[in-house]
């Protein structure tokens, strides 16, 4: 060539400014090659998980705990409030109907009827998840009685204490919105059907 540069020189500068140097071997072997992506639906579902608070809230172990709080001190107040109103039974038949008459009267009475299962279903539900998650958590039970924090006599008896309820709820509901569907409504007289069912042994002890 003009200036006296070979050919075979150029070629073994163009192939010594190829090669790689430590750095980029260093990087390029420490950067992961990207794999395929996982499916949108667990990815989504984690997303919305950890960014909604609420949700975040109800799938933990306290939050379904406050949830069965909430729900069970909420049937638990209906159940005071309606035996209070229940007690008008003892100033007479008359006083008694006409209480009776002002709840079926009430336009509202379906709603809270709707409610009063929605939190009977929610707090049963909640009941079954927590102990079926409480056994999976743990593959024994627990080795020694603790003090604070251990088990109540409520918690312990709630599988007996529950299903007495939700047979105490389906007597209460043939007797007061059911059973009168079949009777004629000149002779159907609630007090004293209340009445004769307290008066039956299996009746005191449904309702007692």
Do not use: C
């Not at 998840?129 to 024994?140: G, I, Q």
């Amino acid at each position: 060539m003009a200036d006296g540069t070979s050919v075979d020189s150029i070629t073994a500068q163009t192939e010594g400014s190829e090669r790689p140097t430590p750095l980029s071997v260093g990087l390029s072997a420490s950067t992961p090659t990207p794999g395929p992506l996982p499916g949108n639906g667990p990815v989504i579902t984690d997303r919305i998980t950890s960014m909604n608070p609420f949700v975040r809230f109800l799938t933990s172990s306290i939050g379904r705990k406050y949830v069965m709080a909430v729900t069970g001190l909420s049937l638990t107040g209906f159940l005071l409030v309606h035996m209070a109103g229940n007690l008008t039974l003892y100033a007479g038949k008359d006083a008694f109907n006409a209480y009776a008459h002002v709840i079926e009267s009430n336009p509202l009475l379906p709603l809270a009827e709707a409610g009063l299962a929605g939190l009977f279903v929610v707090h049963l539900l909640f009941a079954v998840v927590l102990t079926a998650k409480n056994k999976a958590s743990r593959s024994e039970g627990y080795r020694a009685s603790l003090g604070m924090g251990a088990k109540t006599f409520a918690s312990q008896t709630m599988w007996v204490t529950g299903p007495l309820l939700g047979l105490f709820l389906l007597v209460h509901l043939w007797d007061f919105r059911i059973a009168k569907e079949f009777i004629d409504p000149e002779d159907y007289d609630l007090a004293q059907m209340v009445i004769d069912r307290l008066r039956q042994p299996v009746g005191t002890a449904i309702y007692l």
